[in-house]
């Protein structure tokens, strides 16, 4: 089975301040990684997916992400952040059948 | 299109009590999963249905069960439930078969047991 390993459980960071959200998985033949995003009592929303190619993703709301294949990498990134970026973020890896396994979440908070 | 539909949104049981949520996948979408939340283990995989069959299962007593219709809708039971079994159940839905495919969340259903 995968497993998915979020470093960092709360990132505080001031407005317009890049951030960086690590990742790590286990290694596997074929993977395939996500990250997806979850505000207050909602559901998860797909911020990226790698697939395959090009190891830069670049998602939605100017977040981006890199695939290391060597490092078992998948961390994420934003230049500048919003007050609006204030959520938990999940890292996944996917098998196939559709199952995913998640990392345990950073809760990002974006200070004024 | 619509999203995935997770009803009811929020329930209060009892203890000893059993529950069935409901999950309407995305028109087209075959496999249907479902996912626990909870602060202290995060999201932690239920089981996954497609074309009505059962294809994959977490780690989880034989008292959490589901099943897929043939439109794809889903249904997941929980039986004598336990306070611990409070959590946001949330559903996804894929339109394919194997890896790589987005899971599409619904809104999850709070689950509160008292």
């Known amino acids: 089975a995968q497993s998915v390993t979020q470093l960092d459980s709360q990132v505080p960071v001031f407005e317009e301040a890049p951030v960086e959200l690590r990742c790590n998985y286990s290694s596997s033949v074929s993977v395939y990684l996500f990250w997806y995003v979850q505000y207050p009592n909602q559901g998860l929303q797909l911020l990226l997916k790698?697939?395959?190619?090009?190891?830069l993703v670049k998602g939605i709301n100017g977040f981006e992400a890199e695939f290391n294949k060597s490092q078992t990498s998948f961390h994420l990134r934003k230049p500048s952040v919003h007050i609006s970026d204030t959520a938990e973020y999940f890292c996944?890896?996917?098998?196939?059948?559709?199952?995913?396994?998640f990392g345990t979440g950073t809760s990002l908070t974006v200070i004024p | 299109k619509a999203g995935v539909t997770q009803t009811p949104r929020y329930l209060i049981k009892t203890r000893g009590q059993q529950v069935t949520l409901s999950c309407s996948p995305i028109s087209g979408h075959r496999s249907v999963s479902w996912y626990q939340q909870t602060p202290g283990q995060g999201l932690q995989f239920l089981f996954e249905?497609?074309?009505?069959?059962?294809?994959n299962k977490g780690n989880f007593p034989g008292r959490f069960s589901g099943r897929q219709f043939s439109n794809s809708r889903s249904e997941m039971n929980v039986s004598t439930l336990e306070l611990g079994d409070s959590a946001l159940y949330l559903c996804a839905s894929s339109p394919l078969d194997g890896g790589g495919t987005e899971a599409f969340f619904g809104q999850g259903t709070r689950l509160t047991v008292v």
């Open positions: 790698y697939l395959s190619g090009s190891t």
């Open positions: 249905y497609f074309s009505e069959t059962q294809r």
């Open positions: 996944a890896v996917s098998e196939p059948g559709n199952q995913f396994y």
